[in-house]
């Protein structure tokens, strides 16, 4: 036999943590990385925060598991805690951010088929997403290298350029049921959409009655500075889709809506065995705590300004490496004018700092949301002298 014993879907590294502490990781052999990359914006609050913790010991030995065919006042107090905070009337609870977009997708379908327009099943999505790998989720994507193999894909979507309103609008016909976007592309090599951009979509989508359904799976949760990145652009969704952050760690998502927006989700439409159980719902009460807390998100704002203003200072000492910094928050890209990832291997191996590769050649930055300044200066002084001594390939 051949095969691992895990399934061989990733394309692992040396790195093997066993023990994290705050914003590092330690490997199985002592050593320390930086990590700022916070599985990939899931570690919102770093490692072992003595909060979240606590509330994870103190329900496990209370309730781990039961059933949703019962009451759930664990659900009911941190779904209503994020309805007075957003703009959801309602909130429907996963495992994972594709499960989260599943529901997201399945409920602007459905309320389409309850206003009698079933007709309406089609979503608008944009290039160089990336919204999950289930078989809908993929779908939603246009990336060959998501989708090849796992033909038939599920119809129900179109793709326009990301940030080409007039382009996006030439794709609604009598099939649209409204558009799926992310407010700052991830994946896609953290290119933030412009104000033009979302505040439009949401202007038709009012016009002409369709829905706004937003992927905030990794840029919510406070990444931004803001509690969901569509206070950026002052506008809000019908649907949303969040998870990463939501648990910092533990796994949980949501699907967030309004009245209207879930009008077709009535009993029998949807559901998860283990999608709002009493665990994950303690872990989302602790990370809520901590996020809403006094100050939290303007000090995300504050170390987001430091890092993109020390990076900027940063790019003309390395003008043969980087090109320009993206994003926004401690939601950062780093362009690079060769392989990002292998600039985000060389950082690992061999300067003891993670980061996490994006499309476009681009080194995503997502250190945990409580660091410091002088986690900014440890991270900035690692990046200079891995820029300082990587040599780029011929063909990269």
Not at 10 to 21: I, K, Q, S
Not at 385 to 391: G, N, P
């Given at each position: 036999?051949?095969?691992?014993?895990?399934?061989?879907?990733?394309?692992?590294?040396?790195?093997?943590?066993?023990?994290?502490?705050?914003?590092?990781?330690?490997?199985?052999?002592?050593?320390?990385?930086?990590?700022?990359?916070?599985?990939?914006?899931?570690?919102?609050?770093?490692?072992?925060?003595?909060?979240?913790?606590?509330?994870?010991?103190?329900?496990?030995?209370?309730?781990m598991h039961m059933s949703n065919?019962?009451?759930?006042?664990?659900?009911?107090?941190?779904?209503?805690?994020?309805?007075?905070?957003?703009?959801?009337?309602?909130?429907?609870?996963?495992?994972?951010?594709?499960?989260?977009?599943?529901?997201?997708?399945?409920?602007?379908?459905?309320?389409?088929?309850?206003?009698?327009?079933?007709?309406?099943?089609?979503?608008?999505?944009?290039?160089?997403?990336?919204?999950?790998?289930?078989?809908?989720?993929?779908?939603?994507?246009?990336?060959?290298?998501?989708?090849?193999?796992?033909?038939?894909?599920?119809?129900?979507?179109?793709?326009?350029?990301?940030?080409?309103?007039?382009?996006?609008?030439?794709?609604?016909?009598?099939?649209?049921?409204?558009?799926?976007?992310?407010?700052?592309?991830?994946?896609?090599?953290?290119?933030?959409?412009?104000?033009?951009?979302?505040?439009?979509?949401?202007?038709?989508?009012?016009?002409?009655?369709?829905?706004?359904?937003?992927?905030?799976?990794?840029?919510?949760?406070?990444?931004?500075?803001?509690?969901?990145?569509?206070?950026?652009?002052?506008?809000?969704?019908?649907?949303?889709?969040?998870?990463?952050?939501?648990?910092?760690?533990?796994?949980?998502?949501?699907?967030?809506?309004?009245?209207?927006?879930?009008?077709?989700?009535?009993?029998?439409?949807?559901?998860?065995?283990?999608?709002?159980?009493?665990?994950?719902?303690?872990?989302?009460?602790?990370?809520?705590?901590?996020?809403?807390?006094?100050?939290?998100?303007?000090?995300?704002?504050?170390?987001?300004?430091?890092?993109?203003?020390?990076?900027?200072?940063?790019?003309?000492?390395?003008?043969?490496?980087?090109?320009?910094?993206?994003?926004?928050?401690?939601?950062?890209?780093?362009?690079?004018?060769?392989?990002?990832?292998?600039?985000?291997?060389?950082?690992?191996?061999?300067?003891?700092?993670?980061?996490?590769?994006?499309?476009?050649?681009?080194?995503?930055?997502?250190?945990?949301?409580?660091?410091d300044e002088s986690h900014v200066?440890?991270?900035t002084q690692k990046l200079s002298?891995?820029?300082?001594?990587?040599?780029?390939?011929?063909?990269?």
């Amino acid at each position: 036999m051949t095969i691992t014993p895990l399934m061989p879907v990733y394309p692992r590294c040396g790195v093997r943590p066993v023990r994290g502490e705050g914003v590092y990781l330690y490997g199985e052999d002592g050593q320390q990385y930086l990590d700022f990359a916070s599985g990939i914006a899931v570690n919102a609050l770093g490692h072992g925060h003595p909060h979240l913790v606590k509330a994870i010991a103190d329900q496990a030995a209370t309730l781990m598991h039961m059933s949703n065919l019962y009451g759930s006042p664990q659900g009911e107090h941190l779904a209503q805690r994020l309805v007075d905070a957003t703009f959801a009337d309602t909130v429907f609870f996963t495992n994972s951010g594709a499960e989260a977009v599943e529901c997201a997708i399945k409920t602007a379908r459905r309320y389409h088929c309850a206003e009698g327009r079933p007709e309406r099943n089609t979503l608008i999505t944009f290039n160089n997403a990336f919204h999950g790998r289930t078989l809908g989720t993929i779908s939603a994507t246009n990336q060959p290298k998501m989708r090849d193999g796992f033909e038939p894909l599920l119809p129900g979507f179109r793709y326009a350029p990301f940030n080409d309103l007039d382009a996006a609008l030439a794709l609604i016909d009598e099939t649209t049921a409204g558009f799926l976007v992310e407010p700052i592309q991830g994946e896609g090599g953290l290119m933030a959409g412009t104000d033009a951009f979302l505040q439009g979509l949401r202007k038709v989508c009012d016009e002409q009655g369709l829905l706004l359904v937003l992927d905030e799976v990794q840029c919510g949760y406070g990444r931004t500075g803001k509690f969901f990145a569509h206070e950026l652009y002052g506008i809000t969704p019908d649907i949303m889709a969040v998870a990463k952050g939501i648990g910092a760690g533990f796994p949980l998502g949501a699907c967030l809506a309004t009245e209207r927006a879930a009008k077709g989700m009535v009993a029998g439409t949807h559901g998860s065995t283990y999608g709002g159980n009493p665990l994950a719902m303690a872990a989302g009460e602790a990370v809520l705590d901590v996020l809403m807390g006094d100050g939290f998100l303007d000090h995300v704002t504050a170390m987001g300004e430091r890092l993109r203003a020390s990076l900027e200072q940063m790019i003309p000492n390395h003008d043969h490496l980087f090109q320009e910094v993206r994003g926004r928050g401690l939601m950062l890209g780093l362009k690079l004018k060769s392989d990002s990832r292998r600039f985000v291997a060389h950082c690992r191996d061999h300067h003891g700092l993670l980061t996490v590769a994006a499309g476009d050649n681009v080194v995503r930055i997502l250190p945990p949301l409580v660091i410091d300044e002088s986690h900014v200066a440890e991270f900035t002084q690692k990046l200079s002298e891995a820029a300082r001594v990587y040599v780029p390939v011929a063909d990269d």
